[in-house]
């Protein structure tokens, strides 16, 4: 790490460097690259079961064309269902497959390995603290 940068540019660069490995962890043990990108929209499907195409993109910093197309790409691997609301035609719906169940749950595991290799290297109470610090309300919403 350099010890000149500021706290966004050490978030930053740390953010970076756990998305790497992440992605590396993932591709050794999966014949299916996913983006992070994807993993972000898996994720908030998985938060909520079943939720709108316009909810997603609302949560991604990406446009809603760039969406539709991890979306797609999400269906084409058998991961996500993309079918209309029950109410409203309009609106597209997605939700996750068993086996993009199946595959957050292993790239959960592939996360908790690398916090687990963290948690040795600085001590459980700076991980601990490092969370709660992360968790905490910086009073800087958008």
């Given at each position: 790490m350099h010890a000149d940068f500021n706290l966004i540019d050490l978030i930053s660069e740390r953010h970076v460097q756990l998305?790497?490995?992440?992605?590396?962890?993932w591709n050794d043990h999966s014949n299916i690259y996913i983006?992070?990108?994807?993993?972000?929209?898996?994720?908030?499907?998985?938060?909520k079961e079943q939720t709108t195409i316009s909810y997603v993109t609302r949560q991604l910093d990406i446009s809603r064309q760039a969406t539709h197309k991890f979306i797609k790409s999400l269906a084409e691997k058998g991961l996500v269902i993309i079918d209309s609301l029950k109410d409203n035609k309009k609106e597209k719906?997605?939700?996750?497959?068993?086996?993009?169940?199946?595959?957050?749950e292993k790239n959960k595991s592939l996360k908790n390995e690398i916090e687990d290799k963290i948690k040795e290297e600085i001590?459980?109470?700076?991980?601990d603290t490092l969370k709660v610090i992360l968790n905490s309300d910086w009073g800087m919403e958008s």
């Open positions: 998305r790497k490995l992440t992605e590396s962890l983006s992070n990108s994807e993993w972000f929209i898996l994720a908030k499907v998985y938060q719906c997605i939700q996750l497959t068993e086996l993009g169940q199946q595959y957050l001590g459980t109470e700076k991980l």
